[in-house]
């Protein structure tokens, strides 16, 4: 099929669903213009004096260089952080939203830029590496993660010479110790606020996907890539290989092939992004009216 065809086809098969559960990568945020592997414009902007001045290859590279101090590197997690909080709502994601308007819904993602959290509401995500926009003990020592809004904005206003002072460094008020980025790495917090995105995922599995139920459902792909497969794509090809009503849909920059056991059960759109969502929701609400 043409690429035009296969809009329409994925169209209808969202308009026949009963629920879509949404694969959200970090491919969906570059479509928006946020991309954290590569540099565009608006990050680089943002992150331009640290850029020249530490050599880093990308916005991530920034994220898990190793500076001399901790002043140095709460400076640009600052910087990088409030980016993200300043950051406009990508139009794709707009799109999305209008896309699954009529559906029930829910987003399992790996990105940790907050943009999901502008147009579904917290029930209805599952933040599987994370969120930027908060802050755990580096221990951690303690089971809570704290919103990072005021704190950011405070040492966004202080940065000297790519620095923070040492009075500005989020500290844990239970054992002193600095503060990091609620962001997956060797330290973090699997605890409650974790556990309960998880769990939000799994009531909705166990809805509309488990215990016999006969509902239409699409699994929705978005700029998933090979890093982190375990999380949505293979689970995806699974829940699709052993549901009957499941339809799953890939839509990404790169081409690529339905794996052989889900072939008819399955289709990849490859390109923009942006544009293949503009077009699949133009094609829903052509059709609605």
């Not at 943002?46 to 901790?70: A, I, N, R, V």
């Not at 060797?186 to 606020?193: Q, S």
């Not at 890093?227 to 699974?238: A, D, Y």
Request: aromatic share 14%.
């Amino acid at each position: 099929m043409q690429k035009e065809e296969q809009v329409s086809f994925l169209a209808e098969k969202i308009r026949q669903a009963d629920a879509v559960l949404i694969g959200g990568g970090s491919g969906l945020s570059s479509a928006a213009g946020y991309n954290h592997y590569h540099w565009l414009p608006y990050m680089e902007e943002c992150l331009q004096d640290f850029k020249e001045w530490y050599g880093l290859k990308s916005p991530f590279d920034g994220f898990y260089y190793c500076y001399s101090s901790p002043e140095q590197q709460w400076a640009y997690y600052a910087r990088y952080i409030q980016s993200m909080w300043d950051a406009p709502t990508g139009q794709p994601y707009y799109d999305l939203r209008d896309i699954v308007a009529e559906k029930e819904v829910f987003v399992l993602t790996t990105n940790i830029d907050m943009q999901f959290e502008r147009i579904f509401q917290k029930e209805r995500i599952c933040d599987y590496q994370g969120n930027s926009g908060y802050v755990q003990c580096s221990q951690p020592c303690h089971d809570q993660i704290y919103s990072n809004v005021e704190m950011i904005r405070r040492m966004n206003e202080n940065i000297r010479e790519l620095r923070v002072t040492s009075e500005l460094l989020p500290r844990c008020n239970e054992c002193g110790k600095i503060m990091v980025p609620w962001v997956r790495d060797d330290t973090f917090l699997e605890g409650k606020d974790w556990r309960e995105g998880v769990r939000r995922y799994e009531n909705f599995l166990k809805k509309y996907l488990m215990n016999g139920t006969d509902k239409n459902v699409v699994l929705l792909e978005l700029g998933v890539g090979e890093m982190t497969p375990s999380i949505i794509k293979l689970p995806f090809w699974e829940m699709t290989y052993k549901n009957e009503k499941v339809f799953y849909a890939c839509l990404n920059q790169k081409k690529s092939s339905t794996p052989e056991h889900i072939k008819d059960k399955g289709i990849y759109i490859a390109g923009d992004l942006a544009e293949t969502l503009r077009d699949l929701k133009e094609n829903i609400a052509g059709k609605e009216m």
